[in-house]
């Protein structure tokens, strides 16, 4: 199992960045697919999950802000953010079923 | 929202010691409870899954215990590679959320 997060990078107060997760040797849509994140120096924090049957959850955090989706063709998850704030800088990682499987991370540092 | 209370939130311990490390969630969560443990600049690595059951290839000095509001991640015998940061996480209610972690550090 691989999972490989992309579309991180530096972006303005409020500004748009869409993360994805591309998932090989399981398919995202018969798994729980969530994006837990990492703010520098602290700890980790759960935003978002998209369960096998479409539901989502966020965290009070993003709510409003983040949109989890996922490409069953394309096998990918994604993590639209919007109105982005400082205090969303961070690691982003992709994980799968509580944590059993991890993406790498992609960095988002929202700043001017 | 469940809130996780980790403690303690850092440690001092040698190699050999017992470690134990205890996660009590503000409302019942039955079982629903994960172990990690993270090193830094790496991905966090599952340790515990269910509250007790052990991650396949983690070694079995790892143990994880307890149920409803209270539970226990014990290390029998600390091992230098076992430096690094445990978090737990609640998978009972959204939204998910881990404990704040736990810094063991080489006394």
């Known amino acids: 199992v691989q999972l490989v997060e992309s579309g991180g990078g530096l972006v303005q107060p409020g500004g748009s960045l869409r993360l994805s997760c591309a998932a090989s040797?399981?398919?995202?849509?018969?798994?729980?697919m969530s994006w837990v994140r990492q703010a520098p120096g602290k700890g980790l924090e759960w935003v978002s999950i998209i369960y096998s049957g479409g539901s989502t959850y966020y965290a009070d955090s993003v709510k409003g802000r983040f949109t989890i989706s996922r490409d069953n063709s394309k096998n990918t998850v994604y993590l639209q953010m919007n109105s982005l704030r400082a205090e969303d800088t961070a690691v982003y990682y992709c994980?799968?079923?509580?944590?059993?499987?991890w993406g790498q991370g992609t960095l988002v540092t929202v700043s001017s | 929202d469940i809130q996780m209370t980790q403690s303690p939130s850092a440690m001092s311990a040698s190699v050999g010691d017992r470690v134990t490390i205890t996660c009590r969630a503000s409302?019942?969560?039955?079982?629903?409870l994960a172990w990690f443990q993270q090193k830094p600049g790496k991905v966090p690595k599952r340790l515990i899954y269910d509250a007790f059951s052990l991650q396949s290839g983690v070694p079995s000095r790892f143990s994880g215990s307890g149920s409803g509001t209270e539970f226990t991640l014990t290390i029998s015998s600390l091992q230098p590679e076992d430096f690094a940061t445990y978090y737990c996480l609640q998978h009972n209610s959204y939204p998910r959320t881990f404990g704040q972690g736990t810094k063991v550090e080489i006394k």
């Open positions: 040797g399981l398919t995202v849509s018969s798994n729980y």
């Open positions: 994980e799968c079923n509580v944590g059993d499987y």
């Open positions: 409302q019942g969560i039955s079982n629903n």
